[in-house]
């Protein structure tokens, strides 16, 4: 009998699973469960989109591609940050296809992290973080964003949190869980910090697109002195309801682009060919499906507030990304008490607060990437539940 609990990688070993796909697992063993627990656009990824794709099959467009993504895709995704962030980078040198925004933020940390390095991340936020800075033998910093700052990293708790071991901040705004943004006078404050200490910057903008109101998303990258600093993550899954079609990509100094592609290069070689001439279309002519999106996300945004706060769970008003964070402390539960008991006894499924670090306690998550009816089946069960606690 093999011991394999000697053999296995130890820093993996150490690493939680997933605190997102419980509940979500939960909910697929039930029946008659409103799943509001997993950020995947409910959209079916555009019909123009799908056809590039389909179009590349049927012409046998099926070989490898280049290590950095088609030229022709990377020339598209530079218009598009230079038109909707005014922001520049060269796509020969500055952009590299990614399989999904999840690899690209791996290969950042990994190629930027030495063992020891200490890595800022702004907590409660997406669950890769920490992980993968602890498998690149870094050391993760937690900073704490609070509900009174609308759930946005202050350049005051940045400040505090720096030591001379710093040496990248994860910046994922629009933020998961929380919905938070950071507006141009917020980055400003934490640009200054960034510069003052030398520090890098990974801006995860993966939500970027999904940003409310008149004020749109500014990226971190197109602040003055920011772009040398930064690299920049994003993708199609959420822009272009694209999830499942896995593609990503990062922007940034060619110094470090060069590195990151270098570790691409071993592990994953290449995108997929299907995805990238689909994502073309999408970057080229997919505006318009963007904003169709986001205004029929922001309807759903509106509805979900503001029936979890006549139900008495505050909440914080999320300004971008699909996510709801409200506050479940009145209940006297914990979040994962909250969680089990919802989805056992009234068949809703969201996600506990505390799965995005330990301030996220107290809070869950919910995600309004599904329909009206579901959001509105959803409200009425949670304000059922309420009434028999």
Known sequence: MIEYGNLLNSAVKQIKPSGIRKFFDIANEMEDVISLSVGEPDFPTPWHIREAGIESLEKGRTRYTPNRGFARLRESIAHFLSRHYGV???????ILVTVGGSEAIDLCIRSLVNPGDEVLIPEPSFVCYVPITQMAGGIPVIVETKPENGFRLTAEALEEKITDKTKLLVLPYPNNPTGAVMRREDLE?????VERHGLLVLSDEIYASLTYGEARHVSFAALPGMRERTVLVNGFSKSHSMTGWRMGYAAGPKEIMAVMTK??????MSAPTTSQYAAIEATDNGDEDIEYMRGQYDMRRRLIVDGLNKMGLPCFEPEGAFYVFPSIQSTGLSSEEFCEKLIYSKGVAVVP???????????????????????????????AFLSEL
């Open 189 to 193: 404050a934490v640009a200054k910090v």
């Open 88 to 94: 520049e980078y060269e796509p020969t040198t500055d």
């Open 263 to 268: 570790l691409h290069q071993f592990a994953i």
């Open 353 to 383: 607060g505390n799965a995005f670090g330990a301030c996220g306690e107290g809070f869950v998550r919910i995600s309004y990437s599904y329909s009206i009816q579901h959001i509105t089946e959803a409200l009425e069960r949670m304000k």
